[in-house]
């Protein structure tokens, strides 16, 4: 007997609606797999956006957390089993407007029966976790992200989104902020240090560390990115005026885009890797510190996280099972 806990977020739906869809896919089910999967039901608040109910839901002798809600939610519960290694495999129904993890996994969005009934699968693959600590004004905090963190680009584009627009028309409304985000994005002096390396320092508006590639809308920024090599993938922009950023779209179109897409269509084992400009840089690590000379916006998985001058990631490797 399968024991799944579903732990949603009421802001996002209604627990009559998740109950309609997940009844259809256990009638429908085989007798000896969904059909026989013993269900509880865990509500988020604002003052616990997952952690503390999947705890909860691992003491009751759960197996599968189904994080069923926006990007935070799946976020908070990744975090608790990364952090408390429990044993336990996480399965989503992406109900956000970016739905970040549920999109570069492949876990069908927009269609609830479909993501529950992969989430009645007994298949799980490990994933790879990200952690981001930084002092943002309060003390330390230390926190788990599934897909990117940092600052610049992505942050902006999270902070100059309409709520009002984003209600209505979901994560087209991350398009709409584009421009402005790219008004916003001044360059700043940063030093990076690579897995404990040397000390090296650029001029940059932006730099994302993702263990997943692709954002809201489908824009890919790291193409090299995958949550199952226990690396986190790393881009540094700086353009600078139209020339710059010329530059960079042509390298996020042609040549980590359609080129790469051409490459990859000649079939072979030869790995195509992502190709660095000069307005982009693309490189690959397992753990990065960042000093920033001055305070920026900075994010995990399109949470805004308040403003920084420095930070730290890793990656912790196989961090989750993922259904």
């Known amino acids: 007997m399968t024991r799944l806990a579903i732990i949603w977020n009421p802001s996002k ?21 969904a059909a026989d999967a013993r269900v509880r039901w865990y509500e988020t608040s604002v003052e616990d956006a997952g952690q503390g109910v999947a705890a909860r839901a691992v003491e009751d002798g759960a197996e599968v957390l189904v994080a069923a809600g926006g990007d935070g939610t799946v976020r908070a519960v990744a975090e608790y089993l990364g952090e ?39 298949e799980a693959r490990p994933v790879d976790l990200g952690w981001f600590e930084a002092d943002l004004g309060e003390g330390p905090r230390r926190l788990a992200f599934a897909v990117m963190a940092g600052f610049g ?3 902006h584009m999270i902070t100059e989104t309409d709520d009002d627009l984003k209600d209505r028309v979901g994560w087209l409304a991350y398009v709409e902020s584009l421009g402005r985000a790219l008004t916003a994005s001044e360059t700043l002096d940063v030093t990076v240090t690579p897995d404990g390396g040397a000390d090296e320092h650029a001029t940059v508006h932006t730099l994302l560390v993702g263990n997943c590639g692709m954002l809201q ?21 700086s353009a ?23 490459a990859g269509a ?34 995990v998985d399109g949470e805004d996280l308040g403003t920084a001058t420095a930070f730290a990631v890793e990656v912790q490797a196989a961090a989750v099972r993922v259904r």
């Open 13 to 33: 739906t209604s627990r009559q609606d998740l109950e309609t869809a997940l009844d259809a896919v256990l009638e429908a089910a085989p007798g000896d797999t």
């Open 84 to 122: 408390s290694g429990a044993d336990a495999d996480l399965a989503i129904v992406p109900l956000g407007t970016g739905n970040l993890l549920a999109r570069n996994l492949g876990v069908p969005v927009g269609d609830v029966p479909a993501a529950f009934a992969r989430a009645l699968a007994p």
């Open 153 to 155: 680009l992505d942050a």
């Open 217 to 237: 809308g489908g824009i890919t920024l790291l193409p090299d990115a995958d949550p199952r090599d226990g690396e986190l993938d790393v881009l540094l922009l």
């Open 240 to 262: 600078k005026g139209a020339a710059g950023w010329a530059d960079t779209v042509r390298n996020m179109v042609w040549d980590n885009g359609l080129k790469r897409l051409a």
């Open 266 to 299: 000649g079939g072979g084992d030869s790995v195509v890797e992502a190709v660095s400009s000069d307005s982009a840089a693309h490189g690959r690590v397992r753990a990065l510190r960042v000093e920033l000379a001055e305070p920026r916006v900075v994010e």
